[in-house]
Structures are given as structure tokens and as C-alpha cells.
């Protein structure tokens, strides 16, 4: 798909511009690189440090309401793109987490992560726009992850079988 | 503003890294070795779909986006918006400036609500190249599947919450 991609781009706009583009996406990946060893060093980190019996407390099967609302919030706290909250997202699951906190967790970073909101969503949309869209959004993480509870009460096996 | 970023996320690195000090030196090696280790299994991936993306946001017709999302388009306007959301390739630079560029060519806010938050929660191409690698397929479908209804509930609030 990539490789397609590029070469409608190649067709249809010529070599320079291809050239332009490819610049500007390498240049990307180069920014990006620092972040994404940052994210991996936090998420085996975090995995070493926090106690399993603590995280499934507070996020674990048990928690609860108050277990999606922890996530939530941790998910609104933690700086960073996709290439950070996966990898700590998954050393979640791993040491005990469940489904509805680990949704909650990323649908929070996604919709109202600040650093997110602050880098790319301010410039384009102005604050007014975008903290109208926040208080929109507040409510989000918590539905999707008591849907994802819900499901998961259902009979969705979501832990890989070797665990 | 990304070097602010990249300050915090090394300051959370740093301190993470103390405290595993802090518990012994095998332990802050072990760590520091299973998230390089994770780093470079990572690298060619987000190299493709970085650069991939780019390319293919490049090749999408961007002039079809604005009159779909209208504010007469109405429920209409927030499943198009949302399934263009989902489809949208690219990084934020593209999914936000597709958004912004709608909303001033006489999209309506919640259409582009709608548009913004689908793309957040579930552009295809995210889930593919970024959460799959990293976390268990079947969390990953789950979380995407109870995300569908959420740009509708976000257009919803935007229709009843005033705009400012």
C-alpha cells in the first residue's frame, strides 16, 4: 500500500515533488525516533517497577468504576504519541490489568491526552474549538471501557492462550 | 514544542530509570536492555508506516472532504465523517489539518467532531501499524470494536453542548 502510494504520487506529481515528500517523512521518522525509545524504556520500566498486585488492584478485574477512572486519568496524564502508550498500555495487560481499564486508558490518552491536544490540535483548531471538544469527550473513555467490560462479561477471550 | 515533549518523556525516563537504580543494578540493566531490544524490533515497521503514510495522505483527493461534511448533512454528515475518519491515513499533521481545513470550508463542528474523534479512536491504518506490533491482537480488535459508537456519542454531546 505504501509502495503504491508513492508511486501514484511519483506519476502524477513528478520526481521533485516525491522527493519533497520523501524528505519531509524521513525527517519525521528521525523526530520520531527519540520519543519511540523513549516510550519502549518507559513501558519496560514501568513492567519492572510497579508491583503486579498493585496495578491489578487498582486497574484489575476487580477494580471496578473507580478502576476506569484511574486508567483514565493516567491516560490523560502520560506525555507522548502512539509510539509511548502502546508499549505501556500492553505492560499493563501483562502484569494484570484488564480489558476495560487498558481501553479506557488509550481512548483517555487519545481523546484527552493534553500533550496530544497541545502539539497538534491547538494549532490547527484554536483553544475555543478544542477544549469544546474536550469536555465533549470527558465522559468517552469511561463508556468505552465499561463497554469493553461488557463484552469481555460476555465471553470475549481477550488474554492469549499461552497466558 | 516537541523538544518540551521529548524533555518530559526522557524526565519520566530518568526518574523510572532512578528508581530501578534504586532496586539494584541487574534490574535498571534488565529493563534498559528490554526496551532497546523492543526499540529496534520496532524500527523498520514505524519506518514503513511513516513513510508510507505520508505518501498515501499525499495521493487522497483532498477535495472531496469539505462539502460531505456540510452543517445540513446532519446524521449523514457524522457517518460520513466518521467512516472518512477511520479511513484516514497519516499522522496527526493530516487527520487535524483535514479537520481544520473541513471546518473552514463550511464543514459543520460536530461532522468534524465526529471526523476527528473516529480518526483518533480507529484510523484503520494506526491500528494496523502501530497497535497491532505492540499490544495482543484481540485487545486491540476489542478496543476498536466498543470505540465505533463513540464519534457518534462525541457528535451528539456537540450538537447538545453549545459551541462557545
Same mark, same amino acid.
Given at each position: 500500500?505504501?509502495?503504491?502510494?508513492?508511486?501514484?504520487?511519483?506519476?502524477?506529481?513528478?520526481?521533485?515533488?516525491?522527493?519533497?515528500?520523501?524528505?519531509?517523512?524521513?525527517?519525521?521518522?528521525?523526530?520520531?525516533?527519540?520519543?519511540?525509545?523513549? =516510550?519502549? $524504556? !518507559?513501558? @519496560? +520500566?514501568?513492567?519492572? /517497577? #510497579? &508491583?503486579?498486585?498493585?496495578?491489578?488492584?487498582?486497574?484489575?478485574?476487580?477494580?471496578?468504576?473507580? =478502576?476506569? $477512572? !484511574?486508567? @483514565? +486519568?493516567?491516560?490523560? /496524564? #502520560? &506525555?507522548?504519541?502512539?509510539?509511548?502508550?502502546?508499549?505501556?498500555?500492553?505492560?499493563?495487560?501483562?502484569?494484570?490489568?484488564?480489558?476495560?481499564?487498558?481501553?479506557?486508558?488509550?481512548?483517555?490518552?487519545?481523546?484527552?491526552?493534553?500533550?496530544?491536544?497541545?502539539?497538534?490540535?491547538?494549532?490547527?483548531?484554536?483553544?475555543?474549538?478544542?477544549?469544546?471538544?474536550?469536555?465533549?469527550?470527558?465522559?468517552?473513555?469511561?463508556?468505552?471501557?465499561?463497554?469493553?467490560?461488557?463484552?469481555?462479561?460476555?465471553?470475549?477471550?481477550?488474554?492469549?492462550?499461552?497466558? | 514544542?516537541?523538544?518540551?515533549?521529548?524533555?518530559?518523556?526522557?524526565?519520566?525516563?530518568?526518574?523510572?530509570?532512578?528508581?530501578?537504580?534504586?532496586?539494584?543494578?541487574?534490574?535498571?540493566?534488565?529493563?534498559?536492555?528490554?526496551?532497546?531490544?523492543?526499540?529496534?524490533?520496532?524500527?523498520?515497521?514505524?519506518?514503513?508506516?511513516?513513510?508510507?503514510?505520508?505518501?498515501?495522505?499525499?495521493?487522497?483527493?483532498?477535495?472531496?472532504?469539505?462539502?460531505?461534511?456540510?452543517?445540513?448533512?446532519?446524521?449523514?454528515?457524522?457517518?460520513?465523517?466518521?467512516?472518512?475518519?477511520?479511513?484516514?491515513?497519516?499522522?496527526?499533521?493530516?487527520?487535524?489539518?483535514?479537520?481544520?481545513?473541513?471546518?473552514?470550508?463550511?464543514?459543520?463542528?460536530?461532522?468534524?467532531?465526529?471526523?476527528?474523534?473516529?480518526?483518533?479512536?480507529?484510523?484503520?491504518?494506526?491500528?494496523?501499524?502501530?497497535?497491532?506490533?505492540?499490544?495482543?491482537?484481540?485487545?486491540?480488535?476489542?478496543?476498536?470494536?466498543?470505540?465505533?459508537?463513540?464519534?457518534?456519542?462525541?457528535?451528539?454531546?456537540?450538537?447538545?453542548?453549545?459551541?462557545?
Amino acid at each position: 500500500m505504501a509502495f503504491t502510494a508513492a508511486a501514484t504520487v511519483y506519476a502524477r506529481d513528478g520526481r521533485e515533488h516525491f522527493f519533497t515528500i520523501l524528505i519531509g517523512d524521513v525527517t519525521l521518522f528521525a523526530e520520531m525516533l527519540p520519543k519511540v525509545l523513549a =516510550g519502549c $524504556l !518507559i513501558g @519496560a +520500566f514501568v513492567t519492572m /517497577l #510497579l &508491583p503486579r498486585e498493585m496495578v491489578a488492584r487498582w486497574v484489575g478485574h476487580e477494580s471496578g468504576f473507580t =478502576g476506569l $477512572l !484511574i486508567a @483514565a +486519568f493516567f491516560g490523560f /496524564l #502520560l &506525555p507522548g504519541g502512539p509510539i509511548t502508550i502502546y508499549p505501556v498500555a500492553g505492560a499493563f495487560l501483562v502484569m494484570g490489568a484488564d480489558a476495560g481499564a487498558v481501553v479506557a486508558f488509550i481512548v483517555s490518552w487519545t481523546l484527552i491526552g493534553y500533550t496530544r491536544a497541545l502539539v497538534w490540535e491547538l494549532p490547527f483548531f484554536g483553544s475555543d474549538f478544542v477544549i469544546w471538544r474536550i469536555i465533549e469527550a470527558l465522559p468517552l473513555p469511561i463508556i468505552a471501557g465499561l463497554l469493553a467490560r461488557i463484552v469481555v462479561r460476555a465471553g470475549f477471550q481477550y488474554r492469549e492462550k499461552t497466558q | 514544542m516537541t523538544l518540551v515533549i521529548n524533555i518530559l518523556l526522557w524526565l519520566v525516563v530518568g526518574v523510572l530509570a532512578g528508581f530501578a537504580a534504586m532496586r539494584g543494578r541487574v534490574l535498571l540493566n534488565d529493563s534498559a536492555r528490554e526496551g532497546i531490544v523492543e526499540f529496534i524490533l520496532l524500527l523498520p515497521r514505524i519506518g514503513i508506516g511513516v513513510i508510507g503514510s505520508g505518501f498515501i495522505a499525499e495521493a487522497l483527493p483532498n477535495e472531496w472532504v469539505a462539502p460531505w461534511l456540510g452543517p445540513e448533512s446532519g446524521f449523514l454528515g457524522v457517518v460520513i465523517a466518521t467512516l472518512g475518519g477511520a479511513l484516514t491515513p497519516g499522522g496527526p499533521v493530516v487527520g487535524f489539518s483535514l479537520g481544520a481545513a473541513a471546518l473552514k470550508s463550511g464543514a459543520g463542528a460536530p461532522q468534524v467532531i465526529a471526523y476527528s474523534t473516529a480518526w483518533a479512536l480507529y484510523a484503520i491504518h494506526r491500528l494496523l501499524i502501530w497497535e497491532v506490533p505492540m499490544m495482543p491482537a484481540r485487545v486491540v480488535w476489542l478496543r476498536a470494536a466498543v470505540s465505533l459508537p463513540l464519534p457518534f456519542m462525541a457528535a451528539a454531546l456537540a450538537i447538545l453542548v453549545a459551541r462557545p
